[in-house]
Each structure stands twice: as structure tokens, then as C-alpha cells.
């Protein structure tokens, strides 16, 4: 997939493009993205148009969603879409003051050379969201270009399925809920880092993970899967400010199963996070080592391989 940072590109062969935010990359933004694929002529090329950073952090600093994925973990997610090409371009005043009109004149028809347009059927844009899929719809009609707005997909109950749905059910700890949404399960990456040191000498060495900014599921502590190498390791991981010993950060520490290497400065990938317990002070350190003992009980099931 080729990556750019602006709106320009090669304009000898047309583009088949999704427009849209796509944080998350659930069932109905991969359904986008079949739709744009099979708009795509011979010779064309099919491309997705995002927002490196959420238009909100731009327009109302502190009130943009918490994110689902990294900047990182969605140019991978569309290059899996199969989008060919990827305009990951900053959100900013050059940006923001773009009428609907100048978007799609100057945007969509003279630097994308666009030869078909897919959107969420919600999809607002220009200044002040001055735009809309009818405006696009008509805009597209008068110049010959294809145009798909996709209505929201939904779950085997009925319900729509949306990035913030998804982060309600993170926020709520409710993580099974939420991996049946996307396409694959939940995952926090995070480069191993030197902690305390606290876990080893009680018996349960600990990596502590630098997590990148993204949506991490409430204090507490999980089951999970932890991949390092290429290879599947059960865990306990616990998210908190370790209040059995005052902590005051907010941190994530994973213990794997059957492990036993050094991984400082590496990284390591948790998914399929599974709430356990919540977090609590015991009496004493020999309580907590006990709870401890105990929780492995959530890990009690084969090495992945």
C-alpha cells in the first residue's frame, strides 16, 4: 500500500476511494471497503482518505474520543483492507477551512482524480460539516463519478455497530462484547520498559508495558494473550496504580506463562483481554501474594503455541 501525507498523488490512473475517520475497523468499515474495492475499474486504483489525527483534537483540543487504534495499527488495518493507496493526511487549519464545495472540487476531483466515492451513510464534511452525502451524491452524479453511501452495518440483534459503541464496552471493562464487533480482537502494544522490580521478588515477574495514547479497559486484572516473536504466551495482565503499595501512576503489567527471557526494550502485543478481578489493597503483602496464586486459576489452560 502506498502512503500519503497529502492530498496529491498520481493522477494518470483513477482512484475508487473511502472517505471516513475509521478508527477501529469494525464490521462496517470493512464493508466500505469491499464496496470500494468493487467499484474499482480495470486499471484503477482503489484508496482510502483519513485523518492522521481525529478532527476533534484539531477543532475542540480535549474533547476528541478516546482512540481505538493507534496512527500505526490503522494504516496496517487498511493495508489488510486491501486499499491500495492511503492519503494519511494531518488534520489542521488547511484542512479545517475547506468549504464542501472547495473539497470536492479541488480534493476529490482534480488532485484524487476520484472515478468512485464511498462514505458511511452519516458522513458530513467540508467547513462546518457544510457537506453532506446528498451534496456528494449530487456533486458525483454531475461529474461522472461513482458514489456509495454504506448504511451503518449491524449485529445478529439488530443493534449498530460503531466505534463508540465499541469504546463504551472498553470503558466498561466489557471486552468479549467488544472483540465480537471488530474484525480482531482488541489489542494494546507497548514497548517493555524497567519497573520496580517488585513483581520478581514476589514470585510473579512482571513486564511493564509503555502503551501507547489509546483506550485502555478499566482498572483491574485480565486474562489475556500476550504475542512476543510470533509466539502465544497465556496471561494475567493488571491495569492500576498498584494500590497495594501506594502507586499513584497508572500502569500496565503483564505476567506470561511459561516464560522466562528478558525483553526490556522490546515489544509485546495483549489481546483477547478477559476481566478477571478488580483491583484492590489486601491486609498485607502475603494477601496479595495469595490472590495472586489464585488468579492463575484464570490462566489454567494450555501454552499457546
Known sequence: MRLYRTFERDTSRPLAV??????????GHWEIARRTRALRRPGWRSGVLTFSNHPVA??????????????????????????????????????ATLTAERF??????????????????TFRFGHRRGGDVAMLSRFCAEHGIAFRAVDAVCDASGERI?????????AAGKMQEADALTAFPYEV?????????????????TANLRVPPKLLPPDGVYAAVARYDGRDYAALVSVGDNPQFGGTER????????????????????R???????????DDVEGLVAQMRSDLAAVAFPAYG
Open 18 to 27: 473511502a472517505i471516513g475517520f475509521f478508527d477501529g475497523m469494525h464490521a
Open 58 to 95: 484539531f477543532l475542540r483540543p480535549g474533547e476528541e474520543p478516546p482512540l481505538l487504534m493507534t496512527p500505526e495499527e490503522r494504516i496496517v488495518a487498511f493495508a489488510r483492507a486491501g486499499y491500495e493507496e492511503c492519503f494519511f493526511v494531518p488534520f489542521d487549519a488547511s484542512v
Open 104 to 121: 470536492m472540487e479541488e480534493v476529490l476531483l482534480r488532485r484524487l482524480r476520484a472515478g468512485a466515492v464511498v462514505t458511511g451513510a
Open 162 to 170: 460503531s466505534s463508540t459503541r465499541i469504546r463504551a464496552l472498553i
Open 189 to 205: 502494544r507497548g514497548i517493555v520498559e524497567r519497573g520496580s522490580g517488585r513483581g520478581h521478588a514476589l514470585g510473579f515477574p
Open 251 to 270: 500502569t500496565v503489567e503483564v505476567w506470561l506463562r511459561d516464560f522466562h527471557y528478558t525483553i526490556y526494550g522490546h515489544q509485546l502485543a495483549v
Open 272 to 282: 483477547e483481554w478477559r476481566f478477571v478481578r478488580e483491583q484492590r489493597r489486601f
